[in-house]
């Protein structure tokens, strides 16, 4: 098998759609075994199905420890190791600050922010174990433009996808030099995410006459980062916050 990911093994989780699904779909490309990991398992087999032999899905919500360790282990067995871990599984939910309930904070830090430390904490010794002398490990976290800037109405999710910034960061150090850690900051990409909060229309209109781009961007324009940062092309990135925006964070908003 020849490609960018040739040989390597990657675990994507919110596989099953959207930008999951665009960098399965890329990494397939690239010469990767890829496992799915999704709580919407029919859209998932599906996927898999369509990507053949080297590709594969699992149910896993990304807020179950237990089911984290399963997932893992089950990659080992079954493809003989995990090189790639890309923590993509996330939810997008809109309400004033004043009118946010706890428990809606807690249910968007649980998936974004726990979702993200119980992938990293998991796959840990089995990333360390995949690396090679040449070769390292890496973990792709995928925050978001709220990450590094704040946006209204969108507090629970600015905060979780900020705390996925910094854990990247703090993972970056510990888990250095065999596992590499970077984040990635998306602006406004157009996937159901988006479609399902009723925004997509005028989100896109929006974006299209704000950014320097002119344009919202694709789950494919995406999944070329992902792939660069999954490779051993990114073999002295760590801890970095890649920003992939059309501009949206280079002009200062007013
Ligand atoms: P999406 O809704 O199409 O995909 C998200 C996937 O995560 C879905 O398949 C969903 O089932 C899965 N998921 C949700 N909760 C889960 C759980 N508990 N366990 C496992 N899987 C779960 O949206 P998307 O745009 O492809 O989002 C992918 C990532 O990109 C998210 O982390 C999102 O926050 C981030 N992001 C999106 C945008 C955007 O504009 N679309 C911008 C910046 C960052």
């Known amino acids: 098998m020849t490609g960018r990911l040739a040989g390597k093994v990657a675990l994507i989780t919110g596989g099953s759609r959207g930008q999951g699904e665009a960098a399965a779909r890329r990494f397939v490309e690239e010469g990767a075994q890829v496992v799915l990991a999704d709580i919407l398992d029919d859209e998932g087999k599906r996927l898999a199905d369509s990507l053949g032999d080297a590709a594969r899905y699992i149910h896993l919500d990304v807020t179950d420890e237990a089911a984290w360790v399963d997932a893992v282990a089950e990659t080992e067995r079954d493809l003989g190791k995990l090189d790639v871990l890309v923590n993509n599984a996330g939810i997008l939910r809109f309400g004033a600050l004043v009118d946010l309930s706890v ?66 960061k703090v993972a970056a150090m510990e888990l250095g030099p065999r596992v590499r850690v970077n984040s990635i900051h998306p602006g406004g990409v157009a996937t159901p995410m988006l479609e399902e909060q009723g925004v997509a229309e005028a989100s ?8 320097a781009l002119k344009r919202q961007g694709t789950a494919e324009d995406i999944a070329h980062l992902t792939v660069f940062l ?24 007013f």
């Open 204 to 211: 896109a209109a929006h974006i299209s006459k704000k950014v």
């Open 103 to 168: 428990d809606a904070l807690r249910q968007v830090l649980d998936i974004n922010l726990i979702g993200t430390f119980l992938g990293m904490k998991t796959a840990a010794k089995a990333l360390t174990r995949a690396a090679g002398d040449a070769a390292t490990s890496s973990i792709i976290n995928v925050s978001s433009v709220e990450g590094i800037r704040g946006s209204a109405y969108l507090t629970a999710y600015t905060a979780s996808k900020f705390g996925v910034t910094g854990i990247t």
């Open 230 to 253: 999954a490779s051993d092309e990114s073999s002295y990135c760590t801890g970095a916050e890649f920003v992939i925006d059309g501009g949206a964070t280079a002009h200062a908003g």
